[in-house]
């Protein structure tokens, strides 16, 4: 094919490369005639003066005219997208490039196929995705000492490594997947709160960061070992595996549940305890006694705690949802038993138990026939109310139990004439007109025969060192803290050194156990001046259960030192330094004369009580004095029901002589008073005509209660009848009616109720 040129086309090129030429800063290399003969030959003959011919042109012209234009090289034409557009003779040129590298670029995409013929490639790996997730409840309750929770979500302690199992897509490999897995606690978790955790698969674990690791690979099975801080939220949590983010009101597609509580088995936890016996007792140990009468008639009953039974463990973080405690704040267990102090009764927060003393119980249960916690949390889950009716054994009883299962150290404790200090003074006051009789309305003050709080075990980092360890606490509500019904923690050592100004509430806490009963006298004026001192009132005989259930052990020494000596003297007075009437209790002891009263000890309710009153002269003349003995039905509280006897006597005392009076109790002198866990309490005052000195002294004593000896007739076996046999002697002379048994224990699918009529 011949190729021309017109004359107005040379023209117009040598025109445009003059004007080029001109322009600054643009050079042009010398072409080669190869570049400027192809240029010549771009334009066919039949289309002269149709323009300057483009590279797109060109190629729309080859497929129009096939036969014209190029025959043999049109196979292995280069694509549009190969080619480049260039102004002026640089078009010639770089065509003559590119076509110039047809044959190779032809030849390296036919060894490319050919390559690919020969050795397919192999089909991409999927991303490594969840199916299921694992918590390996077995191994992990044995380890963590949780294996024997009744509860469908698996449970841990936090500071301790646990293990979960998860279901992968294919197998995991180490050195090129990567994991992550989501945690969280309460409702709005946030990860700057620490209730949203996001877990990444490591080599190593923390003992105080969460941390994921990969244990063991075993085809599609990957098992990791995960470990929580020793300070983290206690709570139920939910972990999952995100696929994606999710929208608005999805859901993760695989996830599982377990619950983290206290670990007293793990060094770094604030609730840590050596000794194994002793987390076997405050701990694992789901029955036990409390002890209950007066501290000269000591008596128990028994309880099922039941902390591991089935619902219990939700319940107890149900109680922590209903008191509005924050998520953020369950890590902290002095603040967490704070709360259950409160929520535990009902006084101002609709918590779990209703309290009655009044003798009056319809509409509910008497505090008397409880016999184990779980009957009433269930009760309270079930109707979502206050359950009627409790005491402070049943209040303490139940706060032991939710205590337990949480994973917190704890036992309930009996303080014998515990002291119920209602206007701080640390001191329980009793008041009395000229005539020595008592001014009952001018009293708030009382001394119960008994008392049934908590200790928890813990460190008070809120503290200055040396105040670790047992901590009172108190779930009866008696006074408010901070306007609610709540009492402690409160060091046992900063109790037992008066040092009353230490958090919490560890001047009515020091009151129940050390406080002097001071007696006041009011003349007609409307003055009050202390005349006695009692040191010795309150505070007698602090029991709770032994280390593995060996009866009754003693913790006064915990609370207080010695009775008189040099310490509790200390104690007593620097706590009073910062009671309400620190001013006015300058007195001196009168040792003129002295009063005691006792009385039999093993009498049964409905026998004769006797009485015993002493009287001591230590002057060195004769004296005399008149004398009043009142006898009263009290509450163990305290608190007056009403008086069954009173004697007035007048009496001469020798010089350094000793008197005895005798008084007999008639059973119907105080049968229509007298309730379950109601007491005696005589109280002798008098004066002295010859001095004008008062004479006083008060005496409480417990009525012995029946006792009912069971024995197990033959073993017990799971899932089969058991046979008990009960007995039982009356000692009263007269029948008793309306007789009714009641059974409940650890493992005993429903409770029992016996009418014998």
């Not at 072409?31 to 030959?41: F, I, L, T, Y």
């Not at 299921?132 to 949780?146: K, L, P």
């Not at 005539?435 to 980092?461: A, L, Q, T, Y």
């Not at 037992?496 to 006041?520: H, Q």
Request: with cysteine; glycine share 6%.
């Amino acid at each position: 094919m011949v190729y021309t040129r017109s004359q107005s086309r040379r023209q117009g090129a040598q025109k445009r490369k003059h004007d080029t030429s001109k322009s600054p800063g643009v050079s042009h290399p010398q072409e080669s005639e190869p570049s400027r003969n192809m240029g010549r030959r771009l334009r066919p003959r039949g289309h002269r003066g149709v323009g300057r011919c483009s590279t797109f042109k060109l190629q729309s012209l080859a497929e129009k005219q096939p036969g014209r234009f190029n025959k043999r090289r049109s196979a292995d034409r280069l694509k549009p997208s190969d080619w480049r557009h260039h102004k002026g003779k640089k078009e010639g040129r770089i065509f003559y490039n590119l076509r110039s590298r047809r044959t190779s670029s032809s030849d390296s995409s036919s060894s490319s196929s050919s390559s690919d013929e020969e050795t397919p490639r192999a089909p991409k790996e999927p991303k490594v995705e969840v199916i299921q997730i694992d918590f390996q409840r077995e191994a992990n309750s044995i380890a963590h000492h949780t294996d024997e929770y009744e509860c469908p979500d698996g449970v841990a302690r936090r500071g301790q490594a646990f293990d979960l199992q998860l279901l992968l897509n294919r197998p995991f490999r180490k050195d090129k997947d990567s994991l992550s897995l989501r945690l969280t606690v309460g409702e709005k978790p946030q990860m700057n709160k620490g209730t949203e955790i996001h877990l990444r698969v490591s080599s190593s674990l923390s003992s105080r960061k969460w941390r994921a690791s990969v244990k063991n690979v075993n085809a599609c099975y990957l098992t990791l070992s995960v470990t929580s801080p020793p300070d983290c939220v206690v709570g139920l949590y939910t972990l999952d595996w995100v696929k994606s983010y999710l929208a608005e009101g999805e859901t993760p597609s695989v996830k599982t549940q377990f619950y983290i509580l206290f670990n007293p088995w793990c060094i770094d936890d604030t609730v840590y305890m050596e000794g194994e016996d002793e987390k076997k007792e405050y701990i694992l140990n789901e029955t036990g006694k409390l002890y209950i009468g007066s501290s000269n008639d000591i008596s128990s009953r028994s309880w099922n705690f039941g902390q591991f039974e089935e619902g219990v463990l939700q319940i107890c973080f149900e109680l922590l949802d209903n008191s509005e405690m924050p998520v953020t704040a369950r890590g902290n267990p002095v603040d967490l038993c704070r709360v259950l102090t409160a929520i535990i009764n009902s006084q101002d927060d609709e918590g779990v138990l209703e309290g009655n003393w009044s003798g009056e119980y319809k509409g509910g249960t008497e505090p008397t026939h409880w016999l184990g916690s779980v009957e009433i949390l269930k009760e309270y889950h079930e109707k979502q109310k206050p359950v009627r009716y409790g005491q402070c054994w049943v209040f303490s009883a139940v706060l032991t139990t939710v205590m337990r299962s949480l994973g917190i150290p704890c036992r309930s404790v009996t303080n014998f004439d515990s002291a119920h200090d209602s206007d701080k003074s640390i001191t329980i006051d009793v008041i009395f007109d000229e005539d020595g009789k008592e001014v009952e309305k001018m009293e708030s003050d009382s001394i119960w025969n008994f008392h049934v709080w908590n200790d928890c075990w813990m460190k008070r980092p809120d503290l200055i060192d040396g105040f670790d360890g047992w901590q009172a606490i108190d779930a009866t509500p008696q006074e408010t803290s901070s306007g609610v019904y709540q009492c402690g923690p409160s060091s046992l050592k900063a109790i037992k050194n008066g040092m009353v100004y230490l958090n919490y509430d560890t001047p009515f806490l020091f009151a129940e156990v050390n406080s002097d009963r001071i007696f006041w006298r009011l003349n007609k004026k409307g003055r009050l001046k202390p005349f006695w001192r009692n040191k010795n009132a309150v505070g007698h005989f602090i029991s709770t259960q032994a280390v593995g259930g060996k009866g009754r052990a003693d913790v006064t020494n915990l609370y207080k030192y010695l009775e008189g000596s040099e310490e509790e003297r200390i104690a007593v007075d620097l706590a009073c330094k910062h009671g309400a009437l620190a001013q006015e209790l300058s007195l001196e002891d009168l040792n003129d004369v002295t009063v005691t009263v006792k009385s039999k000890e093993e009498v049964f309710i409905g026998s004769k009580v006797p009485i015993f009153v002493t009287l001591k002269n230590s002057a060195h003349q004769t004296r005399q004095l008149i004398m009043v003995v009142r006898v009263n039905v009290i509450y163990y509280t305290g608190v007056k029901k009403g008086m069954c006897k009173e004697e007035t006597f007048n009496l001469t005392l020798e010089a350094n002589a000793e008197h005895k009076v005798e008084l007999s109790l008639e059973s119907s002198n105080y049968m229509d008073l007298y309730e379950e866990h109601c007491a005696l309490q005589c109280v002798v005052t008098g004066r002295v005509l010859e001095t004008r000195e008062p004479i006083i002294d008060q005496h409480t004593f417990h009525l012995k209660e029946f006792s009912l000896p069971m024995l197990l007739e033959g073993r017990a076996k799971q899932q089969k009848e058991s046979k008990i046999k009960l007995s039982f002697k009356n000692p009263l002379d007269k029948p008793l009616k309306d007789v009714m048994l009641k059974t409940e224990g650890v493992g005993l699918k429903t409770g029992k109720v016996i009418n014998l009529g």
